[in-house]
């Protein structure tokens, strides 16, 4: 069989586009290198819907940022992702911050960035109270916002699957063959997948694809971004808070999370490794010093985890969205770094238009379904739905993540939906995500896959590959 | 489901069942709500021996220790509920429970008791740097893996913290054919008992590392190293240039443990910031009347027969409350300074007289220092003890029949 | 014969040098009490320790059962005993205090039970 279209990475880019492919009849496949989805940028970034006055006017990003913060309210929607307007705020305190402001605010409007204010200190704490009495002017967007990248990139991909889209993990594609007429024959996970059309959206390995059909037009260097989480109780911080900017990136910004914890974030270090995710010692340094400039109460006692992600630059300092010099029915989506998250729903969009462009036969399904539920949370339902949902299914009565009040039922559902890791269930229920980092449940979380995937413990990973949790049953571990 | 009882007890290990049991002595109905699917808490992970004694005169291990008061609860008519997690608490004293079997459950408590216990701090807490590959446990989840379901977490081991279960888990993990390959201390000392770091590590052979922390966990799927690194004895920062890289395959972490406190805030119980757990006075009662507490969630023992006392005594004082309920107003503070860390009780109530014991813990390692125990211009106490550290937790009686004024508590060194 | 140890009779952990002569005389130094004397005295001759450990289980609840030796054994038994012990497969249910070796490493001494573990 041969695909009408084969999707390379399921990223945050690549499922939106799968979601939106998934609205015409097509025969599609979603190719994840990794065991999951949003396994690389899009489980590790700063999670802010930008509103779009940072980028440089007439780039594909400041039009793909303001079309895709404004496509953000529907996708959420539909897709039951949670999504904050809660304003953001770029602070300056000094004159030369001011300029930069100014510049900002007039790259704003240019880019049609709706309802952005310049504003004094005083009306900055006045909108953020934990702001620093140092500031002396801000930027105030209330367009801009905050989102969950990966359930976002999760929600995407099931309603894709939902609609008929195949979803392939494991499948990293490491041959592409541009076929005579045109498509394309991908080796991924030894397996040969024929496509008339491919969409690149391997993020930080876009390049790479691009390559194996001969087009070197562009290269992605990472971009390594160091992050401390903190327990809700950190702050009072409502709002996104960015510093002025820097060569280096948007600065070290203090933002909540739409689960309520807030971070401090991210540090901006080039390096050439694609993997390393490490935090360094230097980089915990730099956000503890930077961070509490914006909010002079942070609390660094509450941090309850670190982590980092990669930015996928490209070197053509846009986004590189367009059909492949070489082979134009592949189409890239690639070096598809911030504000990514933000535009990914327009990239969908865009990317759905140029393969159009390339002769791809479109026609919209009548059953298109656009919703997607989220797991029900039990935490989040009132006493009598709890009661109900107990009444349906005695698991919503076992909390097995005590720190997040998450039961057995929503990992059994995070599980029936594809989680197949303690990571995978984390990323879909918040199971270990809170302050005890699963020190309690993930034993039971591992227990549960065991028993749903039907798998020893023993395969039971962290996230995947060889991630293992467990070395093998007790007296039968040969003795170092 | 609606329920009522004279005392709920919230957690059903070590100090939820010792109260418990004092309160059903005492003629009041008893609930025990427990999260896990048995009773014993912790205990029941801490197969090693050592506990009890104190309380039983003879040296149990941690599961014998729970199973010696499992039974005798399931002589009386105090009622447990397990797999049973409790979502709040209010201040009037309603229960809101949740579990698989019984669904949401709303008990009308003439008393509680909070006996949450505690949990272990993390690799986030301390913002570990490095890479966050699987292979990096606390100690105690490690040991559930290993004791309760009977898996190998991993074969060679590097050990952060020198608190008693990391010692434990250093000799269970050498025992069951692993190679430990370190244990690292930050601090100058070690919190945990000198009979495990004999009998845990140099039994063993397990180098202890004091003045060590971990300055970079390596592995991108497994852990494959840790470097440790030396830190400055002051500033507790790495010194650079004695990093060294030790090859394993698993980090455990035992770096101190925090009351579970998450209910009690949320219910407006009035909290110590240095125990992590609630302000109480010497009836164990929190600042909101009929709510007491016990055990570890009150503050971090390190003998289960400590808790154990303790957790009677919150009993038998949440049965007297179930029948009389007559909330004592706060008399006087019981202040921790000059050395000592903290106290408790951090309160004496108006109807606190007789002898009253005082738990302690000091902040560094004392020796031939006395400890002082004032009220005013008196002095309730003045001993001195060969030997104070911040790993063991001191008790010393003091009568408080008519005191006028607060009580200090600190350390009175020579010269 | 010379070692050095740390005493674990009290907080206080005194230093202890204990020196046993070739004639079999103990002589304990560096201790603060008697029970330092004691302890160090009877490490040197027979160490002795009490073995905890877990034996595997069928049909149980739990795919393990906690256990331990009765008594102490001499430390330089440890090795054999942890080895019988892993050598084990019992069938649940397990009652605390039921033996699960008797006699372990030619000790005397048993291996009993230490939780209840039903049979599943």
């Known amino acids: 069989m041969r695909y009408d279209v084969a999707i390379v990475g399921g990223g945050v880019v690549g499922c939106a586009v799968a979601r939106e492919l998934s609205r015409y009849e097509l025969r599609a496949v979603l190719l994840e290198a990794t065991e999951d989805v949003a396994m690389g940028s899009s489980k590790a970034n700063s999670a802010i819907v930008h509103a779009g006055y940072d980028c440089k006017p007439g780039s594909l990003m400041a039009r793909l940022n303001v079309r895709g913060n404004a496509l953000f309210t529907r996708w959420c929607e539909e897709l039951e992702v949670p999504l904050s307007r809660c304003g953001s705020l770029v602070i300056g305190f000094d004159e030369a911050d001011r300029a930069q402001i100014e510049e900002l605010y007039a790259q704003g409007v240019k880019n049609g960035v709706p309802d952005m204010q310049i504003v004094d200190g005083n009306r900055a704490r006045e909108l953020e109270p934990s702001l620093s009495d140092q500031v002396t002017c801000a930027l105030y967007a209330p367009t801009g916002g905050i989102t969950c990248p990966y359930e976002l990139t999760i929600a995407c991909s099931e309603n894709a699957r939902r609609n008929g889209v195949e979803l392939r993990t494991n499948a990293p594609v490491t041959a592409v063959e541009a076929l005579a007429d045109g498509g394309f024959a991908l080796t991924c996970g030894g397996e040969r997948v024929e496509a008339n059309y491919v969409v690149n959206a391997a993020g930080l390995f876009s390049d790479d694809i691009a390559r194996m059909v001969g087009d070197d037009s562009f290269n992605v260097a990472p971009r390594r971004g160091e992050y401390l989480l903190m327990d809700r109780n950190a702050c009072h ?92 029915h592949m189409v890239h989506a690639g070096g598809i770094c911030s504000p990514g998250l933000s535009s ?35 935490r989040k339902m009132t006493r009598e739905q709890q009661a109900e949902a107990i009444a349906q299914n005695p698991l919503y009565g076992r ?80 003795r170092v | 489901m609606n329920r009522k009882a004279d005392v709920v007890v919230i957690g059903g290990g070590p100090a939820g069942l010792a109260a418990a049991l004092q309160a059903d002595a005492a003629g009041a109905s008893v609930l025990v709500l427990e999260r896990d699917k048995e ?4 205990l029941q992970q801490c197969i090693h021996n050592g506990f009890g004694l104190h309380y ?19 002589q009386t008519g105090i009622e447990i509920l397990t797999d049973t997690m409790v979502l709040e608490f209010t201040a009037d004293r309603r229960v809101l429970a949740v579990s698989a079997e019984h669904g949401l459950l709303e008990i009308e408590a003439g008393a509680i008791v909070l006996a949450m216990g505690c949990r272990e701090r993390t690799r986030g807490a301390l913002s570990i740097p490095g890479t966050r590959p699987a292979g990096v446990f606390t100690a105690g989840c490690a040991q559930r893996l290993t004791n309760m379901e009977g898996y190998m977490p ?64 390596h592995g991108r799927e497994r852990v494959e190293a840790v470097t440790i690194s030396e830190v400055d004895v002051k500033t507790k920062r790495p010194i650079p240039g004695t990093e060294e890289t030790i090859p394993c395959d698993t980090l455990l972490l035992s770096v101190g443990l925090l009351p579970e406190n998450e209910l009690s805030i949320a219910a407006g119980v009035e909290m110590d910031s240095v125990t992590s757990g609630a302000v109480v006075d010497e009836e164990r009662q929190t600042s909101i009347p009929g709510v ?58 108006d109807k606190a007289e007789g002898k009253i014991d005082l738990y302690f813990r000091v902040g560094d390692v004392y020796r031939g220092a006395a400890l002082l125990v004032k009220s005013g211009e008196r002095t309730l106490l003045r001993r001195k003890k060969p030997i104070m550290t911040p790993g063991e937790m001191e008790k010393v009686t003091v009568d408080v029949t008519g005191l006028t004024d607060d009580v200090h508590l600190s350390i009175e060194t020579e010269g | 014969m010379t070692k050095e140890m740390i005493c674990i009779s009290c907080p206080m952990g005194c230093m202890l040098t204990v020196v046993q002569e070739a004639d079999g005389e103990v002589r304990v130094t560096g201790n603060t009490c008697k029970r ?85």
Request: glycine share 10%; with cysteine; charged share 25%.
């Open chain 1, 344 to 378: 990914a729903p327009a990239i969908a969009e865009e990317i759905v238009g140029l393969l159009r462009g390339q002769g791809m036969d479109l026609r919209e399904k009548a059953d298109f379904e656009p919703h997607r539920s989220h797991i029900p949370a039990f």
């Open chain 1, 237 to 328: 911080t409502h709002k996104v808070i960015f510093q002025t900017p820097s060569k280096m990136g948007k600065g070290v910004l203090v933002s909540p999370t739409v689960d309520g914890n807030i971070f401090a974030g991210p540090t901006a270090i080039d390096q050439t490794d694609r993997y390393d995710t490490e935090v360094t010692q230097a980089g915990i340094d730099t956000l503890r010093k930077l961070a509490v400039r914006s909010v002079p109460t942070l609390n660094f006692r509450a941090v309850i985890t670190s982590f980092a992600g990669l930015r996928a630059v490209p070197s053509t300092g846009d986004f590189v969205i367009r059909p492949c010099e070489t082979a134009p």
């Open chain 3, 36 to 120: 330092g004397e004691t302890y160090g005295r009877q490490e040197m001759t027979c160490p002795m320790r009490v073995v905890t450990s877990l034996v595997r289980l069928e049909g149980g609840v739990r795919p393990v059962c906690s256990c331990k030796t009765r008594q102490p054994i001499p430390k330089a038994k440890i090795p054999q005993a942890l080895e019988e012990i892993a050598a084990q497969l019992k069938r649940a249910p397990l009652r605390r205090g039921d033996v699960v070796i008797a006699d372990v490493a030619g000790t005397g001494v048993d291996v009993i039970a230490t939780s209840d573990i039903a049979a599943r």
């Open chain 2, 292 to 349: 007491f507490a016990c055990g570890n969630v009150l503050h971090v023992h390190d003998l289960v027969d400590n808790v154990s006392h303790e957790a009677e005594l919150a009993g038998r004082s949440a049965a007297a409350f179930a029948k009389h309920p007559a909330p004592a107003a706060r008399a006087h503070r019981v202040i921790a300074e000059g050395g000592v860390r903290y106290a408790v009780p951090q309160m004496l109530s």
């Open chain 1, 399 to 478: 909390v097995i993540c005590r720190c997040e009040t998450i039961t057995e039922a929503e990992i059994v559902e995070a599980i029936r939906r594809g989680a197949r890791s303690v990571d995978g269930v984390k990323r879909r229920t918040r199971a270990g995500m809170g302050r005890c980092q699963g020190g309690f449940c993930s034993p039971r979380v591992m227990d549960i896959l065991s028993r749903e995937l039907q798998l020893p413990m023993e395969e039971i990973t962290k996230f995947g590959g060889h991630s293992n949790l467990v070395v093998g049953k007790l007296k039968e571990v040969k």
């Open chain 2, 56 to 74: 039983f005169g003879e040296e149990l291990t941690g599961p014998e220790y729970a199973g010696r008061f499992i039974d005798r609860v399931k």
């Open chain 2, 154 to 217: 991993g074969r060679q081991v590097v050990i952060l913290g020198s608190g008693d279960i990391g010692l434990i888990m250093a000799r269970r993990m050498t025992w069951e054919g692993a190679k430990v390959m370190a244990v690292c201390e930050l601090m100058p000392y070690s919190s945990g008992l000198n009979r495990n770091i004999v009998q845990c590590l140099v039994d063993n052979d397990i180098p202890l590392k004091f003045n060590h922390t971990v300055v970079r966990i």
């Open chain 2, 39 to 42: 009773p014993g808490g912790i």
